[in-house]
């Protein structure tokens, strides 16, 4: 029995916030009640976001702010410890910046617990879906994606790390090599009949939680939905149901 096994479906979809400040606003306040995860990335952290992540937990939201550190351990353990005081419950880091960067984040999680009261959960990037084998030997990583993938998911857990970002589509053999209590969180969903926007290996939100998510991402199909709660409570229905 793995430690995510028994969320409720309500609490494993996460609304990508992929707008400005004044959007995320009018988002959160239709979304108040019905949805538990948020998550800022960047582009809405450095348009004036990042009082949002204190102003949307104060609300009762759990927040992932998508930050993706990477850089010295030093810099980054500072970086994982303001975003925590920031209040968010989940960060990201790349998971190709060193076992001693991956460490240094995990101690930084710790240390937030003593100082703040509050440790967030801290996950790995593997590659980026963007990026493919041609890109990837271009700065140097020959061996095949999924290989590199599997590596720094193994190196992020094993360094403290608490899980991982991928792919629907490597959820399942992710799920295998961290074991049951790895946080997994899949963007990459779109309900049966959504558009695909520029994803293209997609998965159901409920094929992507069977394959071994614990979480998934979905931005667009509930954000430009014409009633945002209705698509929020539609995936969490189909979920439910799986
Ligand atoms: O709108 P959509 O559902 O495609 O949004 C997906 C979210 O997940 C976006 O915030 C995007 O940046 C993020 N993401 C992704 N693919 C990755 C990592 C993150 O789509 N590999």
Redesign the pocket.
Known sequence: MGRFDDLSARDRVMV?L?CGPEEARALADKLEGHATWL?V?ITLIYDGGLPLVKELRDRGFKIFV?SKFHDIPHQVRGAVMSAAHSGADLVTVHGSGSEKMLVACHEAAEQSLVEFGHKPYVIA?TV???MDAEELAMVGVTRSIPDQAAALAKLAVDSGLDGI???PMEAREMRELLGPDALIVT????PAGAAL???SRVATPAAAVNAGASHI????????AGDPVAAFESIVAEIEAR
Do not use: E, F, M, Y
């Open positions: 990508a992929d998550k990335g998508d990037i980026l879906t963007s970002v991928c792919s963007p990459g969903v779109r926007g520029d994803q991402v979905v931005g667009r199909p509930i954000t430009q």
